[in-house]
């Protein structure tokens, strides 16, 4: 008895570790059509994203884990995003997955910083 009492509080110990590892967030992003020169740790170009009723555009300097970016195409995505644990210093605390394209328009995308 005392053991089964001990596997079922183990267990909801790990269930509740899980679910707060698990804290998802989707969002709709709109990226523009050109990637830009940006500075993170190191030279490199980045995304810009903006989301729904924003005006400026934002750097993105990560990934989106999924999505196939193609210049000359602004898009309009719905993601998800995962806080990470115990991320390293140099990366971000944040994974973005794409779920799905809700929209590619053949444009130039509009107030893009320089």
Do not use: H
Request: proline share 2%; hydrophobic share 35%.
């Amino acid at each position: 008895m005392k053991k089964a009492l001990l596997l079922l509080t183990m267990f909801f110990v790990v269930i509740a570790c899980e679910n707060n590892n698990l804290q998802e967030n989707e969002k709709t992003l709109y990226v523009a059509s050109k990637k830009v020169d940006c500075m993170g740790l190191f030279s490199q170009e980045c995304l810009m994203v903006k989301e729904k009723n924003q005006q400026n555009w934002e750097y993105f300097y990560d990934s989106i884990v999924g999505f196939t970016y193609l210049e000359g195409f602004e898009y309009e995505i719905l993601v998800s995003e995962k806080r990470i644990e115990n991320s390293p210093q140099d990366a971000s605390s944040i994974e973005t997955t794409l779920i799905k394209v809700i929209s590619r328009t053949e444009k130039t995308s509009k107030n893009l910083p320089n």
